[in-house]
T-cell receptor
Framework: GEDVEQSLFLSVREGDSSVINCTYT??????LYWYKQEPGAGLQLLTY?????DMKQDQRLTVLLNKKDKHLSLRIADTQTGDSAIYFC????????????FGKGTRLHILP | KAGVTQTPRYLIKTRGQQVTLSCSPI?????VSWYQQTPGQGLQFLFE???????NKGNFPGRFSGRQFSNSRSEMNVSTLELGDSALYLC????????????FGPGTRLTVL
């Protein structure tokens, strides 16, 4: 079946690195994504990775994809208070009418 | 380009009533998806419409239905409302190409009393 799992909550001290993890069951996805939702707003795409890549870096963000373990992670370096949000992992399937499956979201809480 | 817009932003209904939510996608986007977000269940996919046809569907009861018009605007309807339908309903649109970024609207907050 298709399932994307994330832990619901993560606390990190300001200035430390945050690592948000995601596991998925269906490895036939084409792209995997990380979305961010700030309070009172809809989701916004942070970054994405093509399924044949292992890593993607974009400023403070690093995405790691382990296809063997079906594991995706998002690392945020030097976490700031503005990073406090809910982070969603998602995967899309080009062979299934571009279906997109989202995880339930991880709430990142920043400690002073 | 204007973003995804949803109306109304807030809604209060009572059990047993029905409700219709509206979503206007970004101009040129033919795909519209609907999601339900609650604190307990997180983000759950309801359905996706593409060129007026339902393309994908989540695991929600038949009380949840939708449609898409020729201008790509979409509506979602929930009949016989239950307390558990209280949620933030998000709409997202995207262009139909291999790399699929979803653009989300701000959501409609539905409260069922």
């Amino acid at each position: 079946g298709e399932d994307v799992e994330q832990s619901l909550f993560l606390s990190v001290r300001e200035g430390d690195s945050s690592v948000i993890n995601c596991t998925y069951t269906d490895s036939s996805s084409t792209y995997l994504y990380w979305y961010k939702q700030e309070p009172g707003a809809g989701l916004q795409l942070l970054t994405y990775i093509f399924s044949n890549m292992d890593m993607k870096q974009d400023q403070r963000l690093t995405v790691l994809l382990n296809k063997k373990d079906k594991h995706l992670s998002l690392r945020i370096a030097d976490t700031q208070t503005g990073d406090s949000a809910i982070y969603f992992c998602a995967e899309s399937f080009s062979n299934r009418d571009d279906k997109i499956i989202f995880g339930k979201g991880t709430r990142l809480h920043i400690l002073p | 380009k204007a973003g995804v817009t949803q109306t109304p932003r807030y809604l209060i209904k009572t059990r047993g009533q029905q409700v219709t939510l509206s979503c206007s996608p970004i101009s040129g986007h033919r795909s519209v998806s609907w999601y339900q977000q609650t604190p307990g269940q997180g983000l759950q996919f309801l359905f996706e419409y593409f060129s007026e046809t339902q393309r994908n569907k989540g695991n929600f009861p038949g009380r949840f239905s939708g449609r898409q018009f020729s201008n790509s605007r979409s509506e979602m309807n929930v009949s016989t409302l239950e307390l558990g339908d209280s949620a933030l309903y998000l709409c997202a649109s995207r262009e139909d190409r291999l790399y699929n970024e979803q653009f989300f609207g701000p959501g409609t907050r539905l409260t069922v009393l």
